[in-house]
């Protein structure tokens, strides 16, 4: 089991990240610099643009910074994920760790590659900053994350997540587990 969950991070993580890459070179390809093509009339656009910072272009020009952020906060949420790989009841936080890593990696390849983003989704109703699939993984994840951490999470719940305490499975059931792991190898 616990290798399936490990293959799960890694195939999910490439695929989202993979997904980020292949609509930023479909944007890149088809829409000039700056042009703006409705979607939905005016209200939603999409848009080519390079962003250097992060979302409102906060820390433009911190390429470097950005990828040590990002390095750490991926390294953290293999931590996070390393603690409940074993456990029951975490699926949806797995995935949106998952999730987190597949945007951050998708807007750190462009960082790496082209030293800025490619952002294309354009909220212009209501002058929303520019954004693309990696943000979106990023952002809504996160906000799931700490809903189902500030409101769904019992306190022993947190306290694996965050390493703190004994996974609630006993010697017995990792033994069973890794006994049945081994049959069905």
């Not at 848009?47 to 979302?55: K, P, Q, S």
């Not at 433009?60 to 456990?87: P, R």
């Not at 500030?150 to 010697?171: N, P």
Request: charged share 20%; proline share 1%.
């Amino acid at each position: 089991m616990k290798t399936k969950r490990y293959a799960a991070l890694v195939i999910v993580t490439i695929i989202l990240a993979a997904i980020d890459q292949l609509t930023k070179y479909l944007v890149v390809q088809n829409i000039e610099l700056h042009k703006e093509i409705p979607v939905i009339g005016d209200a939603v656009v999409l848009t080519y643009i390079r962003n250097t910072g992060t979302a409102w272009s906060l820390l433009s020009g911190k390429t470097v910074f950005l990828l040590i952020i990002t390095i750490i906060v991926c390294l953290l949420l293999i931590y996070v994920y390393h603690n409940i790989v074993e456990e029951d009841g975490f699926g949806l936080v797995r995935f949106l760790i998952m999730a987190i890593m597949g945007g951050a990696i998708g807007n750190m390849i462009d960082r790496i590659r082209l030293k800025y983003v490619v952002d294309f989704i354009y909220f212009k109703i209501i002058k929303f900053p520019v954004f693309n699939f990696a943000d979106i993984c990023v952002t809504v994840s996160i906000f799931l994350l700490l809903f189902i951490c500030i409101f769904k999470l019992k306190s022993e719940d947190v306290d694996i997540l965050l390493g703190d305490k004994k996974s609630k499975k006993t010697d017995a059931d990792i033994e069973k587990n890794s006994i049945t792991e081994e049959k069905a190898e």
